[in-house]
Structure formats: C-alpha cells, structure tokens
C-alpha cells in the first residue's frame, strides 16, 4: 500500500482516549504511514517520545466531562462541540490527511464529513447500536438517594428520554452546519463514522466479526506508558499473592485509601497505581507510585482492581489475569456486563468498599479456580488477535 498521511485525534479526557491512539498510531508509523497526533498540552509528558509528528489541542474540560459524567449530565455542552468542530476543520484544511481516526472526538463525525476526509473512529462495540446490552444504572445520585433496585428500574424506564437528553447537543451542532439529526440514540452518536475500529474482540460478545456494519475488530490496543520500573519493584516477593490497583485517569482518588485500607487486611501485595493523584500512606503490603507501567503490572498480578474501563481490563485479560472492576459510569458498567458474562470478572460498587464485599469478593477470586481458569482461556484468544497487522490490512482496504 502506498504510503499514507494519516491525522490522530484525542479527545483526551481520560489516558485511555489518548492510549489507543497512540498504539495505533505506532502501527501505522511501523507501516510506513506519515502519522500526527493531536492531543491536547496535558497529554505531552507521555509524547516526548512519540516517532511521528505531533499538534497541540485546545483543552479539552477534562474536569468539568468527568463532572458531568458523575452527576449524568451530556458530557458536551454545544459551545464546547462548537469549538472542537471549528478545531477540527482548522487542523484538516491546514493538513489534508488522507484518513483522520479520532478516539472519542465525536464532532470529527460531521468535521471529516465536510471536509470529504474518511473518518474512523476508535471506539468499543458494547456502545454500537447493533448489540443489546443490558444497561446496568451508574453511580449516578438517584444511587445515592433510592439504592440500586430501584434506580435500576428508574434507570430502565428513563433511559432512552435520557439518550435522547444527551444526544441534543450534538444534534444541535448538526443543525448548525445544516446536517440532519443522527437520531435519538446516545450510541449512534458515539460510533458514527466512515469506519467504527474496535479495541476488543468479538468473542467477549458473542457475536460473529463479521457482525457489524462498518466495524472491524482490531484486538485490544493495549498502552502503557513508557516509565522505568519503581525501586520498590525488585522488593516483591515472588511467593505472595499480588493485587495490582488502578482507578485510572477518571477514577474518585478518594476511593484509593478505602480501598487500599481492606486490600491491607488480606495476606496480599498490592501494587497501586495512583494515575497522578495523591500518594498513599506507607504500608508495608501496598508498593505505591503515580504511574506504572500496567502490562507488567498486570503480568505481576493475580488479580487486577480497576475502575472496569475496556483498557485496563483487557490489559489484565491479555496476561490471564482476573479482574475486579469498581466501575462508576455506563461506559464501565456496559464492558463489565459483557466480562462477568463472559466469566472472567466481577463487579462491585463503590458503596460496597465499607463493607466486607471487598475482602470477600477478592478472597474467593484469589482462591478460585472459576475466573482464573476462563481469564487463561480468553488470554488465549486474544493472543490470536495480531493488532498490527489487523490495523495494516484494515486501513488498507479501508482506504482501496
């Protein structure tokens, strides 16, 4: 295939949005592409070694998307997508990629359009509209004030004026520039695209890979920041019971010490990966630092707590490794759905961390055969799942 000129986007609000691009993007560059990443001025301590070229994004209002995300408000307000769609343009008349792929960059869906650039989006495909989850309610307040049973049902009834709710202000953007609405559906919203890239696999679904209109499986795009190992790491102990904890660039910092505090109680090492928050307090079971690098963390693990987002959980998995997921927001809660089914995953709340659920629940995942043996399995086909070359072949027929 002939060399491409192909523009990354993003929409780094959380480390995850800017970890599939960048593996991505090392794919792509190893075959031969000319690659820029556009990530905003946050994400440049984890770029000072990136081999392509690389442009500077506006903020992104991570705090006030995390904000939003936990009290279920849209994400975006119109304002904020007018001006990642004005950005967007800007940066494609200036570079006229031949391709542009964005990691959560929704306004590309009507940017890429104007501009007559094919557009592919990264994304999940629990959040495409041709599968059927089963939408568990968030940790939203309605939680907090009515309990679990009976937000769900709320939740149930609500969702899809809710969808709706949120998918306003892009419509409104669509409106804007003279485009039709893409409909009421949250999920149409975050997958539409020229071509949906999938940072998973199909089996966890259950479905055919074939499955999906426009869709093409890619295999986890498993990341890791390019860090040194701790000091601390040659001090493990090789013949205990090792728990790797990260809550991830969105997580609630303030559930670490919690949760650290009953992780303490096991006969366990836990390492913490505190994704740039406070440190915790010395503890002689709890190895502690801001970032680590988490393939080898998960590879040291035997379990692996997480906030149940698709990067970490499929960066246990691909080790073999079970997880815990403490999700907070759908996107969390839709990929521990298709894992717990799957059998490798369990799911526990964040009210839970006061109680015994935590202890218990790692104690039987320490000490059961069940998810170890199906996490073995799942590593197994995701081995067969070469990213690299499914990223090379894809974006060449893609772009035939």
Same mark, same amino acid.
């Given at each position: 295939?002939?060399?491409?000129?192909?523009?990354?986007?993003?929409? *780094?609000?959380?480390? +995850?949005?800017?970890?599939?691009?960048? =593996?991505?993007?090392? /794919?792509?560059?190893?075959?031969?592409?000319?690659?820029?990443?556009?990530?905003?001025?946050?994400?440049?301590? /984890?770029?000072?070694?990136?081999?392509?070229? @690389?442009?500077?994004? #506006?903020?992104?209002?991570?705090?006030?998307?995390?904000?939003?995300? +936990?009290?279920?408000?849209?994400?975006?307000? /119109?304002?904020?997508?007018?001006?990642?769609?004005?950005?967007?343009?800007?940066?494609?008349?200036?570079?006229?990629?031949? !391709?542009?792929?964005?990691?959560?960059?929704?306004?590309?869906?009507?940017? #890429?359009?104007? #501009?007559?650039?094919?557009?592919?989006?990264?994304?999940?495909?629990? &959040?495409?509209?041709?599968?059927?989850?089963?939408? @568990?309610?968030?940790?939203?307040?309605?939680?907090?004030?009515?309990?679990?049973?009976?937000?769900?049902?709320?939740? *149930?009834?609500?969702?899809? %004026?809710?969808?709706? $709710?949120?998918?306003?202000?892009?419509?409104?953007?669509?409106?804007?520039?003279?485009?039709?609405?893409?409909?009421?559906?949250?999920?149409?919203?975050?997958?539409?695209?020229?071509? +949906?890239?999938?940072? *998973?696999?199909?089996?966890?679904?259950?479905?055919?890979?074939?499955?999906?209109?426009?869709?093409?499986?890619?295999?986890? !795009?498993?990341?890791?920041?390019?860090?040194?190992?701790?000091?601390? &790491?040659? =001090?493990?102990?090789?013949?205990?019971?090792?728990? $790797?904890?990260?809550?991830?660039?969105?997580?609630?910092?303030?559930?670490?010490?919690?949760?650290? +505090?009953?992780?303490?109680?096991?006969?366990?090492?836990? !390492?913490?990966?505190?994704?740039?928050?406070?440190? !915790?307090?010395?503890?002689?079971?709890?190895?502690?630092?801001?970032?680590?690098?988490?393939?080898?963390? #998960?590879?040291?693990?035997?379990?692996?707590?997480?906030?149940?987002?698709?990067?970490?959980?499929?960066?246990?998995?691909?080790?073999?490794?079970?997880?815990?997921?403490?999700?907070?927001?759908?996107?969390?809660?839709?990929? %521990?759905?298709?894992?717990?089914?799957?059998?490798?995953?369990?799911?526990?709340?964040?009210?839970?961390?006061?109680?015994?659920? @935590?202890?218990?629940?790692?104690?039987? %995942?320490?000490?059961?055969?069940?998810?170890?043996?199906?996490?073995?399995?799942?590593?197994?086909?995701?081995?067969?799942?070469?990213?690299?070359?499914?990223?090379?072949?894809?974006?060449?027929?893609?772009?035939?």
């Amino acid at each position: 295939m002939t060399p491409k000129k192909i523009l990354l986007m993003a929409h *780094d609000v959380t480390l +995850a949005h800017l970890g599939r691009p960048l =593996r991505l993007a090392e /794919f792509l560059i190893a075959d031969g592409h000319d690659v820029t990443l556009a990530a905003s001025a946050e994400s440049a301590r /984890f770029l000072k070694d990136f081999p392509g070229r @690389v442009h500077t994004l #506006a903020p992104t209002g991570k705090a006030r998307f995390i904000d939003n995300l +936990a009290k279920g408000r849209p994400v975006f307000d /119109f304002e904020s997508l007018k001006g990642f769609a004005e950005e967007d343009e800007a940066l494609l008349t200036a570079l006229r990629p031949d !391709l542009v792929i964005g990691d959560f960059r929704i306004t590309l869906s009507i940017s #890429a359009r104007r #501009a007559g650039i094919p557009y592919a989006t990264i994304t999940n495909a629990y &959040w495409h509209p041709a599968l059927e989850p089963r939408f @568990v309610v968030p940790d939203l307040p309605i939680v907090r004030c009515f309990g679990v049973r009976i937000a769900q049902r709320l939740f *149930d009834l609500a969702r899809p %004026m809710a969808f709706a $709710y949120h998918a306003r202000p892009m419509n409104a953007l669509r409106r804007h520039y003279g485009l039709p609405s893409i409909g009421h559906d949250l999920r149409r919203i975050y997958t539409d695209a020229d071509l +949906a890239l999938f940072s *998973d696999i199909p089996e966890t679904y259950g479905i055919q890979e074939d499955s999906i209109p426009n869709g093409l499986f890619l295999g986890p !795009l498993s990341w890791s920041p390019n860090i040194p190992l701790p000091d601390w &790491w040659s =001090r493990l102990d090789p013949e205990r019971p090792t728990i $790797y904890v990260t809550l991830g660039s969105s997580g609630d910092p303030a559930l670490l010490p919690r949760l650290t +505090a009953k992780l303490c109680e096991l006969e366990a090492q836990v !390492l913490v990966s505190t994704a740039g928050a406070e440190p !915790l307090a010395n503890h002689d079971s709890v190895f502690c630092s801001a970032y680590l690098p988490g393939n080898q963390a #998960a590879a040291r693990a035997d379990l692996v707590v997480c906030n149940g987002g698709s990067p970490t959980t499929f960066q246990a998995l691909s080790e073999g490794v079970p997880v815990l997921g403490i999700p907070g927001n759908l996107d969390q809660f839709l990929n %521990m759905h298709y894992l717990e089914r799957y059998g490798v995953a369990r799911t526990l709340r964040a009210h839970q961390l006061s109680g015994h659920s @935590v202890q218990d629940t790692i104690g039987a %995942m320490l000490a059961g055969d069940p998810w170890r043996e199906a996490a073995k399995r799942l590593r197994q086909v995701i081995a067969t799942y070469n990213t690299a070359e499914r990223t090379a072949t894809g974006i060449a027929r893609f772009l035939s």
